[in-house]
């Protein structure tokens, strides 16, 4: 029989509990998955691409056919040197319909014997992305149910180092600030004569 190899491609920036109950139905249809991160330069990640890949990889030990890779460039050129036959996509809801759909046909226009199959993770997840998962633990939401426990450890671990940078960010402007500001020791004489005088003129009028 002949065994099928697909790709479940994506940003995973962080995966979640929704990319995992895709990872789960995937591994039941095909013999063999493969999750395959998306190496981008141009985005801004939270995670690098390394840690996103651990996180994935500890996420889906229990997974005999499923492995964790990464790559660049097109996925239709990545699936055909890793002889995959299909292209696994989620569907959360009609919104994303068009632009899976618009991926799904350029893709087959690009390689035509690559399939994309569509899934549908379970309804409680429906609302759930990466995007949002980022946005609520950046302004102090719990995560606890939306990515898997180790998953919301790092995520609370990446925002408490970003907290820590944007403080001695504004600790080190507050400085600087301070350090900038005239005080009578920094300035000429003329200048401090200057402003005694000013300040006295302003007190009697
Ligand atoms: O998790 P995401 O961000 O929705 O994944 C999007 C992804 C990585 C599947 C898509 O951007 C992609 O396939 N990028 C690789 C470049 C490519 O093949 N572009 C043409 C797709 S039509």
Redesign the pocket.
Known sequence: MKRVKAIY?????PPTNGHLDLIERGSKIFDELVVAI?R?PEKDPLFSVTERRQMLESMTTGFENVSIDT?N??????ALRVEAGAIL?GIRAISDYE?EL???L??RK?QPGLETVFMMPAEKYSYLS?RLVREVAELGGSIDCLVPELVAQKVREKMREKMDVAHKFSAAESAERESERETPERMAPEAVTLERKTRSRKRKS
């Open positions: 491609p994506g940003s995973f920036d998306l981008n790559f460039g097109l996925t239709v050129d990545y996509r632009y618009q991926m799904a350029m893709n690009l990466s």
